[in-house]
């Protein structure tokens, strides 16, 4: 199948399909997410106030819908479903989950580690700032990150743009290339001058995804990995921002 080795012949026009269906898939997710975001956001407003929780998580989860609705569109365009590797979970899947959740957990708490020894600051979290004005924000966001963050951007970033470069390069420069990717997106999701650092520690965590991906050959492990992982921390953020913990 066309996910199980790289192309040796690959030509020119490959290597143009290839990183132009990167460019497209991921400008338009940002564009019609950010659309569906607006919308959602604007019916919620004639129920709820549009600063409110509750219109911030309706307006999220439909971002990621959106997100969700161009990765798909992408595949049934180009007939291109083979490029992602996806199956039925089974018992040994359940474990690369667990196994993943718990290296990107020991990756984050390595590098947060390190940068404390080193007084080095993360950047300021957008998310993390509507968190804590509205801390029940947390709450709604543990629950759309597992059903609609974690396969979202699994499909669009470790599916797709993962899946087009192992094609030409294979599995290593494929994950490096797709994690800068994920990265990139993440440029507005922190603010300060730590940002970098941030930017750096998402790329870190998306390599770490991409290769448990590769080694688990399955896309709903890592959709569930990155789902899980969101979910703690946000649990971690309500629990600390409200003084439970």
Known sequence: MAHDTARSSATPADHLQAY???????????????????????LASGFVPADSPVAAAFSTAA?????????????????????IRLERPTRRDMLWVGGGLLALFAV??????????????????????????????????????????????ELIFRGIAYGELRRLWGPIPAIIGS????????????????????????FILGSVLAAIYERSGNLVVVAVAHGLFNAVQFVASYLSVTGLL
């Open 179 to 202: 994690s800068a990717v994920f990265a990139s997106i993440h440029v507005w999701s922190f603010s300060g001058d730590g940002a970098i650092i941030s930017l750096l520690m998402v």
């Open 20 to 42: 132009g269906g990167i460019i497209i898939v991921v400008a338009l997710s940002i564009i019609v997410g950010g659309l569906f975001g607006s919308i959602a956001l604007g």
């Open 108 to 153: 984050y708490l390595a590098g947060s580690a390190v940068m404390s020894a080193l007084g080095i600051e993360s950047g300021d979290s957008v998310l993390a700032q509507q968190g804590e004005a509205n801390p029940v924000y947390f709450l709604y966001l543990t629950v759309i990150t597992i059903l609609l963050v974690g396969p979202a951007e």
């Open 63 to 83: 971002q990621f819908i959106g997100f969700g609705a161009v990765g798909l569109g992408y595949l049934a365009v180009r007939d291109e479903w083979d490029l």
